[in-house]
């Protein structure tokens, strides 16, 4: 009986951290934020914040082997951001911006059926920030 138990346990263990691993996401957001807004939909994410600290994560879904490019469009009153697009296992520079700056540009264009992450990474307290993200085929 004793044995019986034991490989009981042994499987729902096993059973749990695979279930727990499968759910692990690639990228953690962790911050602080005062009136933020977000939106995060298959091929769309945008945030707006009066300060933000921290990284923000967004994900794009490329549902298809179409070519993709990431138009993007950002905004910054005070503060510098870094932002990168994970895409194939590789976190790539999508561009950095600092206080009164603005960027409104676009990637060149990349295939394959992925989830591409998108990563906001403050050095500091910012503010007045705005940033939208389009997923274009």
């Known amino acids: 009986m004793k044995k019986f138990v034991s490989a009981i346990i ?26 933020m807004k977000t939106t995060n939909t298959s ?6 914040f009066s300060s933000f600290s921290g990284t923000y994560v967004m994900q794009l879904k490329n549902n298809g082997a179409d070519e993709v490019s990431i138009s ?24 950095d911006i600092a206080t009164n700056g603005s960027v409104d540009s676009k990637t060149e264009a990349f295939t394959g059926n992925k989830t591409v992450y998108v990563i906001i990474e403050s050095d500091g307290k910012c503010k007045d920030g705005s940033f939208s993200f389009t997923l274009k085929k």
């Open 10 to 35: 042994a499987v729902a263990t096993l059973v749990l951290c695979f279930t727990l691993s499968a759910c692990a996401t690639k990228y953690v957001s962790h911050y602080s934020a005062t009136t």
């Open 43 to 48: 091929d769309k994410a945008s945030i707006s």
């Open 72 to 95: 993007y469009e950002a905004t910054l009153g005070e503060g510098n951001i870094k932002v990168y697009y994970d895409y194939n296992d590789e976190k790539l520079d999508l561009f």
